[in-house]
């Protein structure tokens, strides 16, 4: 094992210990875990602003990264009373999907719309159109740290078992890169986004959607099916389906991620993690894979 791989492999043991630390509790107490992620959006979002102000000097760097932990503390406010600490009780359980999580996502939604109506306009009025691409740009970055935390406030808070649901959003990225990131290394020929990152490949691509694959063929039989009472026959089907779907959405924010580094003519979003980069290098394939979680779930637990 070479060193850089060894740097890499120490530092994901670290990620991983940090981040059970704080989600076992969150089986019991889902507040422990939404912490930390408001930590991780916060600083995530430090990074991109800071990436994307190398090509634009005039944009906020603190500024967004306030306002994507502000722009979901809304949502706490429609959390029923007494959910906050424990999550969701048994008795409610029928109605937090088809009731509360619409509060949550609506609440977000229309906090969303109206400050950055507000934020663009302001800051038209005070400096000029002139400031109206980097204003275009500060909303970019804060919706892209506030969607998925919003999603996963939801998954707690709105939708029954929620706990395995986010466990599901947080292990789908990390196993398709990582089965990506070996099999791409010993197989890997065919470029799958050469311009946009040169260490994709397609027999890459194709290892990480065997990985989750094999990944949600055991979580749906094991865990999710029997929770959802469905047939086994039903969360194979399912897990293959869906397994493809999450595969390939990971995939696409990871490439989205790097579409935004190469422009930033940078390799890394920061420091913070050795031989992984920044929080936004290894969280940017679960800000696509918390929405499309929660999508999913609604969608399971409105219509079975």
């Known amino acids: 094992m070479n060193s ?8 994901a043991v670290m990620i991983g210990l940090v981040m059970l630390a704080f989600l076992i509790p969150g089986y019991w107490l889902p507040f422990i875990p939404l912490l930390l992620f408001f930590v991780i959006t916060y600083l995530s979002t430090l990074e991109k602003s800071r990436a994307l102000s190398r090509r634009l000097p005039k944009l906020s760097n603190r500024g ?7 722009l979901v503390l809304p949502m706490l406010y429609f959390i029923p009373k007494g959910w906050f600490v424990r999550g969701i009780p048994a008795k409610s359980m029928r109605v937090a999907a088809p009731i509360i999580a619409p509060r949550l996502i609506a609440a ?51 939708i029954p078992d929620g706990f395995y649901w986010v466990l599901l959003a947080i292990f789908t990225p990390w196993i398709s890169d990582t089965f990506s990131y070996f099999v791409g290394s010993l197989f890997g020929r065919r470029k799958m986004a050469g311009k946009i990152s040169a260490k994709k490949t397609w027999e890459g691509t194709l290892g990480g959607i065997v990985g989750t694959w094999i990944f949600y063929l055991l979580y749906f039989t094991l865990l999710l099916g029997p929770k959802l009472k469905m047939s086994v026959w039903l969360s194979i089907v399912l897990a293959i389906a869906v397994g493809l779907v999450m595969s390939l959405i990971s995939t696409a924010g990871d490439l989205f991620a790097s579409a935004i580094k190469r422009w930033c003519r940078i390799k890394d979003f920061g420091s913070i993690l050795p031989g992984h980069g920044g929080l ?25």
Not at 4 to 11: A, C, H, N
Not at 127 to 145: A, N
Not at 280 to 304: C, K, Q, Y
């Open 64 to 70: 967004p990264a306030l306002a994507s932990i502000l």
């Open 108 to 158: 977000y939604v229309i906090v969303l719309v109206s400050v950055y109506f507000i934020w663009i306009l302001a800051a038209a009025l005070s400096k000029g159109v002139e400031q109206l691409p980097f204003s275009v740009f500060e909303v970019f970055i804060v919706l892209s740290s506030t969607v998925p935390l919003a999603a996963l406030i939801t998954l707690f808070y709105g």
């Open 280 to 304: 936004t290098d290894r969280f940017d394939s679960m800000s696509w894979t918390m929405p499309a979680v929660l999508i999913l779930a609604l969608l399971l637990h409105n219509f079975l």
């Open 4 to 11: 850089e791989l060894q740097i890499r492999v120490r530092t």
